[in-house]
């Protein structure tokens, strides 16, 4: 019993160390009687006791690995300090073991072989401006190298390049100079567009000031030009209007036949109206139309007179006759007298004077 008890803990003992279960994102390399076997992937497996090892576990994730800075020479003879990240994956397990002893060394000076042999053939500042560049470069030269050790690097990053302190200060001079360029170029440019904009500006500005002057002036010349027309019009209508009211009036006036003491009373108002005012004035009575018909009847009542005492003179005539003809000369004289009397020259000579 005791034996049967002793067989089963040995056997246990010898199986179970055996059976093993590889996570996710693992693989083992399995040999046998020190040779290679097989790789366990992701599972339970079992090996055969005594004869079976594991030789080495590999984990399947990408792993980033950070190299110290290594010391280039670019094509124009500068020294530069550059540093490098290099993300990489282990894709056969086998090979990874088998390929290369100590494979982080052997990707290092892989990375540093081929970042001063890419390095080597730029300039300083296209080292600088031309990171992808290099990334692309090294990656694919490291792709291509490490392809026999079961790795595949993915990326190849350039993390820091660092010029001498020497070719720092230069360049720092070098961009302070480029910016302090730039600044007055675009200074420069500035003032130049503020300048066109201004001149553009008081050329608009004068173009509508001329031409508001301009509107105006035909907007004045217009309302002028209506102003007159309407007042002309106004003066026409008001003159039509009068004359149709003096009209009016003037027959009004005939219809009512007035006699000659209103047409008296009425000289009297316009002569009263007329004496208004400080300025002097002379007036004539209207009895001076008269006036002139009335010397023309004296005067050639004067001739009559004359010729008739010629007549009496050269002719001897009949006592009948001269007595008719001087009673025809007294009568004469008779009317002479009585139109002196009507009119005294005298008083109308004061009255003009």
């Known amino acids: 019993m005791y034996i049967f008890i002793i067989l089963f803990v040995v056997l ?26 097989t790789t366990w992937k992701v599972g339970l497996n079992f090996k055969i006791p005594l004869v079976d090892r594991i030789s080495s576990k590999v984990s399947l994730k990408e792993k980033v690995v950070d190299f110290p800075p290594q010391p280039v020479i670019t094509k124009d003879n500068v020294t530069i300090s550059i540093d490098t990240v290099v993300y990489y994956q282990i894709v056969n397990p086998k090979l990874f073991t088998y390929g290369v002893d100590n494979p982080m060394s052997a990707i290092e000076n892989l990375t540093a072989t081929t970042l001063r042999n890419v390095i080597g053939n730029l300039e300083l500042d296209e080292s600088l401006t031309s990171r992808d560049t290099i990334n692309t470069q090294m990656r694919s030269i490291l792709d291509e190298a490490t392809d026999p050790w079961g790795i595949k690097v993915n990326r190849v990053e350039v993390k820091n390049i660092e010029p001498p302190r020497d070719i720092q200060e230069a360049m720092e001079k070098q961009m302070r100079a480029e910016r302090e360029r730039r600044a007055s170029i675009l200074r420069a440019e500035g003032e130049k567009r503020a300048s066109i904009l201004e001149a553009e500006g008081q050329k ?3 173009i509508r000031k001329a031409e508001g002057k301009k509107a105006a002036r035909v907007l004045e010349a217009q309302a002028v030009s209506e102003s007159a027309i309407l007042e002309a019009e106004g003066q026409a209508k008001a003159t039509i209007l009068a004359a149709n009211a003096e009209a009016k009036a003037l027959t009004a ?17 316009a002569l009263g109206k007329l004496g208004e005012g400080r300025a002097t004035k002379i007036v004539l009575p209207t009895e001076l139309a008269g006036l002139g018909s ?9 001739k009559d007179e004359k010729v008739l005492d010629e007549d009496l003179e050269e002719v001897s005539l009949d006592d009948e006759t001269l007595q008719s003809m001087e009673d025809h000369k007294r009568k004469v004289n008779d009317k002479l007298e009585e139109n002196r009397e009507d009119v005294n020259l005298s008083e109308i000579e004061s009255e003009i004077e």
């Open 253 to 269: 006036i005939q219809n009512t036949k007035p006699n000659d003491a209103l047409l008296a009373l009425k000289k009297v108002e």
């Open 204 to 206: 608009e500005s004068a």
């Open 12 to 37: 246990m003992a010898l199986i179970v160390p055996n059976i093993r279960i590889v996570p996710q994102s693992d693989a083992y390399v399995i040999e046998r009687l020190g040779g290679y076997l």
């Open 294 to 302: 009335l010397l023309t009847t004296a005067s050639e009542l004067l």
